[in-house]
């Protein structure tokens, strides 16, 4: 037999075996069986939990920046509606007012060896005017299919009243706790721009040298698996978060009437920087935490999905291709993105600008920094566009999912929502909960609420709603939740 005969045969038995253990792989990789617990869910009103909200939305607490800066007193009616709406809870915390409007309630525990807890939420809204809604944004509306209707109704009123009745029927119930647990309110988290919330809080804690056994804010949710073409229901828990810059792209050249132009213009210049941000992305990578999304979500697939998922290692470039193209949502999982937001250009219509500038809101994934995003931008726009970054936020530390934190989410998500799979991932989005990495290792994301993609789609959209089922089922989330990790045991 000839050299390259055997050279052949040791690569086709090479191919073949690493097909075999691809194969194998593939069968050998199952979802875990559920441990679920069976438990009594507190006593919900589903009507009255939707009329309290809709009160909340009625109070209009857009963030206070822009053409609603000093317009507090919304957050003052807000903060007299809670004491008014949730008695008990007012009568057991102490509440302190962080900044003027940010509140932080504290619920204190028997066991003083045991680190705190802390729960988040936000007052402030988005503005909204009542054009293409069906209901005007701040009526509440609620409606006879069982919605209510208003700026909020998600993102984020639906949330933090469904962890203030999860504790207002605990306390009801005489629960008492073994850890302290902390609610903390912030008053700025929309604009994305404004300190004065979230990061005055944690400076506060700060300050008492406080530690948190976990942090649990908004970010994850619901949703159905078929969106990353698994069967079943995925409980998405944001462990990280991605960083959050916008950066100024501009470009100067001597402008001038333009009934004379230039062979080459400012805005002509800034066009082609822009169609090249757009054409060439910033490279895919995989992280540690979207090793962990992909491990899990490939235990739910079945068929070719499922083996191109669970071989993600030796398929990795296909992989990647499968995701930057499957949705924006998968690719932003895998990526650094660009989002051009806002372009500046001339004060009038017939005259050429001496300098253009675009903003490019960039969500930087786990791992880069924006030195790298930096120099690759400058190495793709090349000389003649300036880029500068104007606002920065890095991306998060990672939580630790096997923690006794993240086992407890898990855990109590499978009792409350039956036959749902927990995905950690990479939060895509921004929330309160970066600024809390200097008071507890283990931050999380998540929503207890299961929205359709076109309800998702009204976030910060028109006609916002939720459902009072949604708005039941996430008050009795809250409360197991508070349960199984902060109440004391018989």
Known sequence: MEIYQIVLIAIAAAIGAVILFMILRTIFTRPPKSNAKQFTPVEADADKLLEHVSGAIQ?????MVEEFVGQDKPFLDFKKYLEKTFPLIHKTASVTVINGYSLVYHFKGNDSSLLPACFLSHQDVVPATPDGWDYPPF??????????YGRGSQDMKGHMFALLEGMEALLKEGKTFSRDVYFCFGHDEEPGTSFEGAPKIVEYFVEKKMKFEFVLDEGGTIMDGKMLGVKGMLAMIGICEKGNSD???SVKLKGGHASNPKRKTAVGQLGVALAKIQKHPMPTRWTTVTKYTFKEISKRASGPLKFVMVNRDILSPLVKKIFTVASSM????????FSP???WGSDARNTLPNEVKANINTRIITGETIEDVEKY????????????????????PVGDIKSYAYKSLSDTIDEVF???ATIPYMFIAASDARFYFPVSDNVFRFGPFLNSLDDQNRIHGINERLHKDQLKTATQFFARFIENTCVKKD
């Open 59 to 63: 109070i209009p607490t857009v963030s």
């Open 139 to 148: 009526s509440g509306k609620i409606t006879d299919d069982g919605y209510v």
């Open 247 to 249: 950066i100024e792209i």
């Open 330 to 337: 998968t690719n932003a999982l895998v990526r650094t993105t």
């Open 341 to 343: 937001t806002m372009l």
């Open 377 to 396: 931008l400058r190495k793709l726009l090349g000389k003649g566009v300036e880029v500068k970054t104007v606002a920065y936020t890095a991306p998060t």
């Open 418 to 420: 039956p036959n749902t």
